[in-house]
């Protein structure tokens, strides 16, 4: 399956017309860390609320909504509730944390097509400071998420599979825990430049192959942290972005690939669906892996960064190691991953995808301090959903790639 089918690249050529049509121009985060006090609910309404005024708009203004949860089947209901809202266009698709990357394409369609004039992508997860946390919800999902071919085997869920494609990825190309480790000492530098993250002390290779086990070849520092956090975007078609406050960040390209939720039905532990859902964006959006200034992946796992630069373009299948080492991922190597620190060391709250979406935003707008690039015109943006389950890439750009 890693090789793409003709039809799925002329689906994304049918797609080419949406390209640049519709902008972020609005995004914001909020709570992110420890936010005691807080529920889910909580934190996703400020940060909606921060992202709405971010796009000089009010609340009244927001005519769609495209948000999901963990926990919650009908949570784009209470969120409707909540916000104060009407909106003529809702989407709670819920594929794990790639969902609010895939809800993009969707929602440009609808803008294209008069149905709203701007939607709110929002999440909120206090899974950190929540008596009904990660273990609980874990506990929940064995019966709401049945898993047949694997919850009877009882495996440490999510970490067991992702350390499952780290050992076969290590047996097939000779990738070494030194390489593995390299993911997480690069994203912690980025994150030391980055005020709002969580984890911003020291971290060193020798430090991440020392740390606690939990599912061999992986140790904690390879896992990703779990925190609160709340995170909100705001779409509008790319006319109406242009007269708003904000620099627009044009939707190039979007495409969402799903080959499996179980682990164990995966074709090939090395080779994810975003070798399809990324070939699909970067047709759509005209541009290549290379075009890129800068990747924001979802590194749930260290091994997720080194099977996504591969799957998306960035080196050949099987070189993903040697690509991150000498800290070729970390600030001034020969590409920026997680400038924010990514959800190993920045923010994790049970799903991660909208905090990479906002983190493209600020270095295309220009706006992420001390570790803002000196280029920032285009950005591709990953996300993974269960257990390299669904895969989701955007291609991000500003006024100039139009």
């Known amino acids: 399956m890693s090789r793409i089918p003709r039809s ?23 709570g992110c860390g420890e936010a005691p006090g807080m529920d889910d609910m909580t934190l996703l309404v400020r940060a909606a609320q921060a992202a709405v005024a971010d796009a000089g708009l009010s609340m009244q203004d927001i005519d769609g909504l495209a948000t999901c949860s963990v926990n919650a089947s009908m949570w784009p209901m209470p969120v409707i509730e909540h916000l104060g809202i009407n909106p003529t266009y809702v989407d709670g698709t819920m594929i794990g944390g790639s969902s609010f990357i895939a809800h993009l394409l969707p929602a440009i369609r609808a803008l294209e097509a008069g149905q709203c004039k701007a939607v709110l992508v929002c999440y909120g997860s206090a899974q950190r400071s929540a008596t009904f946390g990660r273990k609980e919800s874990q506990a929940a999902r064995r019966f709401l998420d ?21 050992a076969r990825h290590m047996h097939e190309f000779g990738t070494t825990r030194t390489q593995l480790a390299e993911v997480a000492v690069a994203a912690r530098a980025w994150a030391q430049q980055n005020p709002e993250a969580f984890m911003r002390d020291p971290l060193t290779i020798e430090d991440v192959l020392a740390a606690r086990p939990i599912a061999s070849p992986l140790t904690v520092r390879d896992c990703c942290l779990v925190t609160d956090g709340g995170g909100a975007i705001v779409l509008t078609r790319a006319e109406r972005a242009r007269d708003l406050p904000r620099p627009p960040v044009y939707v190039l390209g979007n495409a969402t690939a799903i080959w499996n939720r179980q682990i164990s039905c995966m074709p090939d532990l090395t080779t994810t669906s975003a ?66 620190g990514g959800g190993l060391s920045c923010v994790h709250p049970g799903m991660y995808g ?12 220009g706006e992420a ?10 950005a591709v943006v990953h996300g993974n959903g269960g257990t390299l389950s669904s895969q989701s890439t955007a291609v991000l750009g500003t006024t100039e790639t139009l």
């Open 275 to 340: 070798s399809q859902s990324g070939a699909q964006a970067f047709a759509m959006a005209g541009l290549k892996a290379a075009d890129m200034d800068m990747a924001q992946v979802y590194d749930a796992f260290t091994i997720n960064t080194i099977l996504f630069l591969e799957d998306l373009g960035f080196c050949a299948k099987g070189e993903g190691g040697a690509f991150v080492e000498n800290g070729g991922i970390a600030p001034g190597g020969r590409l920026a991953v997680n400038t924010n």
């Open 8 to 30: 799925h690249l002329d689906a994304a050529a049918v797609n080419r017309p949406l390209r640049g049509r519709v902008a972020i121009a609005g995004a914001a985060t909020y």
């Open 354 to 365: 909208i905090f990479a979406l906002i983190e493209a935003v600020r270095q295309l707008r």
């Open 146 to 166: 049945p898993q047949p071919y694997e919850f009877p085997y009882e495996p440490v869920l999510p970490v067991t599979a992702y350390a499952l494609a780290a």
């Open 369 to 378: 301090g001390a570790r803002q690039l000196k280029r920032h015109s285009t």
